[in-house]
């Protein structure tokens, strides 16, 4: 019996046998998908990660089953059923071939062979053996079990590592934790887990007077509107009436805050606003709400010095949930030592090597005025300018502005950028964002008079409308959106392409918010870029940089911020609830009468001699990106697993079916095609063939371009009448316009439609189609000929 067999004949009865998918509550899940594979390129990715069977019970997952065939030893799946009970936190893996079964114990670490499956009630009982809960928690837990995950009529499918996120959840809560965190990356579905949570504990009747006599009242808490608005709309499950939109507007029009409701939405400032400096949330009990969800915590909630932090100590009697996508570090360890350690952590790394995140792309651009010193021949528009000082980054469209300046760079990146790709450009301030917009508009002079507008606090409505449009798949007005700090949470627009950095990012927490601007799938996005104009790409070496949690020792010394000189720091480290967009400073710059800004006109010589250099990193499997010279390393590395040498190599490119196969293959390895195109830019072998930049990586081959390929493959010729040449002609002037990807063997039709109108025609004058697909398939070994080639 070969596998499939092997399941259907001896490892389904056995599980049938001991109850599974006949117990009520169990279920058997086949075939189970973790992960959907990393993009690759060219709507590609890498190979799934698939179990062959998750038993789960109660609406939890409790073991995994990798099947083997009969004739196989029966611990051959050990080493997968492994790694996937790891995924996915169960702690119970077996290996079976059908005859025999073999258990592994993921929490204690033994393993021995068994004679036949747990039943459901068996198997929930080893999971949570080792715990002594109260009575009263094991109810609560129970309870919990027993309401299931919300669909929304199967337009949800749950992802792993959300049933994960929840199911921990739920668990703190029925242990009595009463603050409780989630750190998941931007774009994993913070908000989806955040309404499962929230569904669980009203179907349940939980509330803090644990008595089910009445349903519980959630608060959903955010620091933008855009985040409460969007939350409110994802809770769109529960009925109109249950879902409350706290608003100041709705405050003053009733006289009083609303109470009736389940599941209420607001943010901070409005909480904090009120008549005769009263703040809202004081209207409501200290015990009114059961449960509060904290998104974004990082950003202020949590933190000690924050005015906010009173919100939360009010409602102290509340179970309080924290939602960040941020790690521990020093700049955020109040929200850690208020929440606690995180019940379950999702990475940036796991969600784009799963396939749930977009990977990225950086093109790291210098330029000759990246800094400035003044020269007599330059002219002062506005304000006096330190002839002696060398003006940085940081004082660009802060203190200094030079039109010039942003033109070019503005220039840059809309040369390298689609025009109907939705981009992201991050600025110093609400002025340079304005400045970028009228540049952006003047440079692409497309008719359009909506391609680019700004989006920051002084846009109000306006601006709110604008981002609307934005993310609406289908509008294509605008394409471009301009903004200081406003976007850089809470825009969830999967279709963003691009991200421009033109201001200095100091804060690690900022610049992985503004990275997860791109991160969201959508359909035909492979991989975004970021434009880095100032050097954000240092924080990719930084060894926060998607790490894990960091233990901070309680009672240890803080570090002394190294550019303040404070403790705590006093720089801006990201979106802080009292910064000025307009100056982009806190205390706000604008209202000191001696603020100026100097604003600077290059002479046309120095405009002319304007440069750049353009560097690009390659997201690595590993999680961090890598230089050209990185990626050249670990693909020479990868090598020589896949093909030994040049020979085997063309054997392998010179059938499509083959070829496409290696392609595959380096993709799943970490080198995805657009990378592998990617290089092939930077080795100035655009006009090559990829094939050449294999040989070259691995064995140092000279590279010949598709042009003489072709005119060299003509010799063979000879072999073919001449309407066959004439085809092949056709073909061959494709490759050599395109490359590689015309020889792909689903090219043969779309050619003949396109040469010959219709297929009967070509038949023809060809033949048949099988003929003519093996006329194709042929002639290309005639291109990778080792004679030819050398």
Same mark, same amino acid.
């Given at each position: 019996?070969?596998e499939?067999?092997t399941?259907?004949?001896?490892?389904?009865?056995?599980?049938?046998?001991?109850?599974?998918?006949?117990?009520e509550?169990?279920?058997?899940?086949?075939?189970?998908?973790?992960?959907?594979?990393?993009l690759?390129?060219?709507?590609?990715?890498?190979?799934?990660q &698939?179990?062959?069977y998750?038993?789960?019970?109660?609406n939890?997952?409790?073991a995994?089953?990798?099947?083997k065939?009969? &004739?196989?030893?029966?611990?051959?799946?050990v080493?997968?059923?492994?790694?996937y009970?790891?995924?996915?936190?169960?702690?119970?893996?077996?290996s079976?071939?059908?005859?025999?079964?073999?258990?592994?114990d993921?929490h204690?670490?033994?393993?021995?062979e068994?004679?036949?499956?747990?039943?459901?009630?068996?198997?929930?009982?080893m999971?949570?053996?080792?715990?002594?809960l109260?009575?009263g928690?094991i109810?609560?837990?129970?309870?919990?079990?027993?309401?299931?995950?919300?669909?929304?009529?199967?337009?949800? @499918?749950?992802?792993?590592?959300?049933?994960?996120?929840i @199911?921990?959840?739920m668990?703190?809560?029925a242990?009595?934790?009463?603050?409780?965190?989630?750190?998941l990356?931007?774009?994993t579905?913070?908000t989806?887990?955040?309404?499962?949570?929230a569904w &669980?504990?009203?179907?349940?009747?939980?509330s803090?007077?644990?008595?089910?006599?009445?349903l519980?009242?959630?608060?959903?808490?955010?620091?933008r @509107?855009?985040l409460?608005n969007q939350a409110?709309?994802?809770?769109?499950a529960?009925?109109?009436?249950?879902?409350v939109?706290?608003?100041?507007?709705?405050?003053k029009?009733?006289?009083?805050?609303?109470? %009736?409701?389940?599941?209420?939405f607001t943010?901070?400032?409005t909480?904090?606003?009120?008549?005769?400096?009263?703040p809202y949330?004081?209207?409501y009990?200290q015990?009114?709400f059961?449960f509060?969800?904290i998104?974004?915590?990082?950003?202020?909630?949590?933190n000690d010095?924050?005015?906010w932090?009173?919100?939360?100590?009010?409602?102290?009697?509340?179970v309080?949930?924290?939602?960040?996508?941020?790690?521990?570090?020093?700049?955020?360890?109040?929200?850690?030592?208020?929440f606690?350690?995180p019940?379950?952590?999702?990475?940036?790394?796991?969600? /784009?090597?799963d396939?749930?995140?977009?990977?990225?792309?950086?093109?790291? /651009?210098?330029t000759?005025i990246?800094e400035?010193?003044? #020269?007599?021949?330059?002219d002062?528009?506005?304000?006096?300018?330190?002839? #002696?000082?060398k003006? &940085?980054?940081?004082?660009?469209?802060?203190?200094?502005e030079?039109?010039?300046r942003?033109?070019?760079?503005?220039?840059?990146?809309?040369?390298?950028?689609k025009?109907?790709?939705k981009?992201?450009?991050?600025c110093?301030s609400q002025?340079h964002?304005?400045?970028?917009?009228?540049?952006?508009n003047?440079?692409?002079n497309?008719?359009?008079?909506?391609?680019?507008?700004?989006?920051t606090?002084?846009d109000?409505k306006?601006?709110?409308?604008?981002?609307?449009?934005?993310?609406?798949y289908?509008k294509?007005?605008?394409?471009?959106?301009?903004?200081?700090?406003?976007?850089?949470?809470?825009?969830?627009?999967? #279709?963003?392409k691009?991200?421009?950095?033109?201001?200095?990012?100091?804060?690690?927490?900022?610049?992985?918010?503004?990275?997860?601007?791109?991160?969201?799938l959508f359909q035909?996005k492979?991989?975004f870029? /970021?434009?880095?104009?100032?050097k954000?790409?240092?924080h990719f070496q930084?060894?926060?940089?998607?790490?894990?949690?960091?233990?901070?020792?309680?009672?240890?010394?803080?570090?002394?911020?190294e550019?303040?000189?404070?403790?705590p720091?006093?720089? /801006?480290?990201?979106?802080?609830?009292?910064l000025?967009?307009?100056?982009?400073?806190?205390?706000?710059?604008?209202?000191?009468?001696?603020?100026?800004m100097?604003?600077?006109?290059?002479?046309?010589?120095?405009?002319?001699?304007?440069?750049n250099?353009?560097?690009?990193?390659?997201?690595s499997?590993d999680?961090?990106?890598?230089t050209?010279e990185?990626?050249l390393?670990?693909?020479?590395?990868?090598?020589?697993?896949?093909?030994? %040498?040049e020979?085997e190599l063309r054997?392998?490119w010179?059938k499509?079916?083959?070829?496409?196969?290696?392609i595959?293959?380096?993709g799943?390895?970490?080198f995805?095609k #657009?990378?592998?195109q990617?290089?092939?830019?930077?080795?100035?072998?655009?006009?090559n063939?990829?094939?050449?930049?294999?040989?070259?990586?691995?064995?140092?081959?000279e590279?010949?371009?598709?042009?003489?390929?072709a005119?060299?493959?003509k010799?063979?010729?000879?072999?073919?009448?001449?309407?066959?040449?004439?085809?092949?002609?056709?073909?061959?002037s494709?490759?050599?316009?395109?490359?590689v990807?015309?020889?792909?063997?689903?090219?043969?039709?779309?050619?003949l439609?396109?040469?010959?109108?219709?297929?009967?025609d070509?038949k023809?004058?060809?033949?048949?189609?099988?003929?003519?697909?093996?006329?194709?398939?042929?002639?290309?070994?005639?291109?990778?000929?080792?004679?030819e080639?050398g």
């Amino acid at each position: 019996m070969n596998e499939a067999e092997t399941r259907a004949e001896l490892i389904d009865p056995a599980l049938a046998k001991a109850g599974w998918d006949v117990v009520e509550g169990s279920r058997i899940r086949r075939e189970f998908r973790i992960s959907q594979g990393r993009l690759i390129g060219k709507g590609q990715r890498s190979k799934p990660q &698939k179990v062959d069977y998750v038993l789960q019970y109660k609406n939890h997952n409790l073991a995994v089953i990798e099947a083997k065939a009969f &004739k196989e030893y029966y611990t051959e799946g050990v080493a997968q059923a492994k790694d996937y009970a790891s995924k996915l936190h169960v702690r119970f893996a077996y290996s079976s071939n059908g005859k025999q079964i073999y258990l592994i114990d993921m929490h204690k670490g033994i393993e021995y062979e068994v004679s036949n499956f747990p039943t459901p009630d068996e198997l929930w009982d080893m999971t949570f053996a080792h715990e002594k809960l109260a009575p009263g928690q094991i109810v609560w837990r129970e309870r919990f079990s027993s309401i299931p995950f919300e669909t929304k009529g199967g337009l949800w @499918n749950i992802r792993y590592y959300q049933e994960l996120a929840i @199911n921990y959840t739920m668990e703190a809560i029925a242990k009595d934790n009463t603050r409780i965190l989630l750190t998941l990356a931007t774009g994993t579905g913070k908000t989806a887990i955040a309404f499962q949570i929230a569904w &669980k504990l009203y179907h349940s009747r939980w509330s803090l007077t644990k008595d089910t006599t009445r349903l519980p009242r959630i608060l959903f808490l955010a620091d933008r @509107n855009i985040l409460a608005n969007q939350a409110f709309n994802s809770f769109s499950a529960f009925k109109e009436d249950e879902l409350v939109r706290i608003s100041p507007d709705q405050i003053k029009k009733k006289g009083r805050v609303p109470t %009736n409701g389940s599941v209420f939405f607001t943010i901070f400032q409005t909480f904090m606003s009120g008549d005769n400096d009263t703040p809202y949330f004081g209207d409501y009990p200290q015990d009114f709400f059961d449960f509060i969800i904290i998104d974004e915590c990082h950003r202020g909630g949590a933190n000690d010095e924050s005015t906010w932090r009173a919100i939360l100590e009010y409602f102290s009697p509340a179970v309080q949930l924290g939602l960040t996508a941020t790690p521990k570090r020093d700049v955020n360890i109040d929200t850690y030592r208020y929440f606690g350690e995180p019940v379950y952590t999702y990475s940036l790394k796991e969600g /784009i090597n799963d396939g749930f995140l977009t990977p990225f792309r950086v093109r790291q /651009i210098e330029t000759s005025i990246d800094e400035y010193l003044y #020269e007599p021949d330059d002219d002062i528009i506005e304000g006096e300018i330190d002839t #002696e000082k060398k003006y &940085k980054e940081t004082d660009f469209n802060r203190t200094i502005e030079i039109t010039e300046r942003e033109k070019y760079r503005v220039k840059v990146f809309m040369d390298e950028i689609k025009s109907n790709e939705k981009t992201l450009v991050f600025c110093a301030s609400q002025r340079h964002a304005l400045l970028i917009r009228d540049l952006i508009n003047q440079y692409a002079n497309n008719g359009n008079p909506n391609y680019c507008h700004r989006v920051t606090a002084n846009d109000g409505k306006l601006g709110e409308q604008f981002l609307r449009e934005f993310q609406d798949y289908d509008k294509r007005e605008p394409l471009i959106l301009t903004t200081s700090h406003k976007l850089s949470t809470g825009v969830d627009a999967p #279709e963003v392409k691009n991200i421009v950095l033109l201001r200095v990012i100091r804060s690690m927490i900022e610049f992985k918010q503004i990275i997860g601007r791109g991160t969201r799938l959508f359909q035909n996005k492979d991989y975004f870029t /970021i434009f880095d104009f100032v050097k954000a790409h240092q924080h990719f070496q930084d060894k926060e940089w998607d790490g894990p949690p960091e233990e901070i020792v309680n009672g240890g010394e803080k570090k002394i911020c190294e550019n303040c000189g404070q403790q705590p720091c006093t720089c /801006i480290i990201g979106p802080h609830p009292f910064l000025c967009e307009k100056c982009g400073f806190y205390p706000c710059q604008c209202e000191k009468p001696h603020f100026t800004m100097i604003k600077v006109k290059l002479s046309d010589g120095k405009v002319r001699e304007l440069w750049n250099k353009k560097d690009t990193t390659f997201w690595s499997a590993d999680g961090k990106p890598i230089t050209a010279e990185q990626f050249l390393q670990s693909l020479f590395g990868a090598i020589p697993d896949l093909f030994k %040498n040049e020979a085997e190599l063309r054997e392998i490119w010179s059938k499509p079916d083959t070829r496409k196969k290696l392609i595959n293959q380096l993709g799943s390895r970490g080198f995805p095609k #657009e990378q592998l195109q990617e290089l092939q830019a930077l080795l100035k072998a655009e006009k090559n063939d990829l094939y050449d930049v294999l040989a070259y990586v691995a064995f140092q081959a000279e590279m010949i371009d598709r042009s003489t390929r072709a005119s060299l493959a003509k010799i063979h010729f000879i072999n073919y009448n001449d309407k066959q040449q004439e085809f092949l002609n056709f073909v061959l002037s494709q490759y050599i316009t395109l490359g590689v990807e015309e020889l792909d063997d689903v090219k043969i039709t779309p050619f003949l439609l396109l040469k010959y109108r219709a297929i009967e025609d070509a038949k023809i004058q060809l033949g048949n189609v099988a003929s003519i697909r093996k006329m194709f398939i042929e002639f290309q070994s005639h291109l990778y000929d080792e004679r030819e080639a050398g």
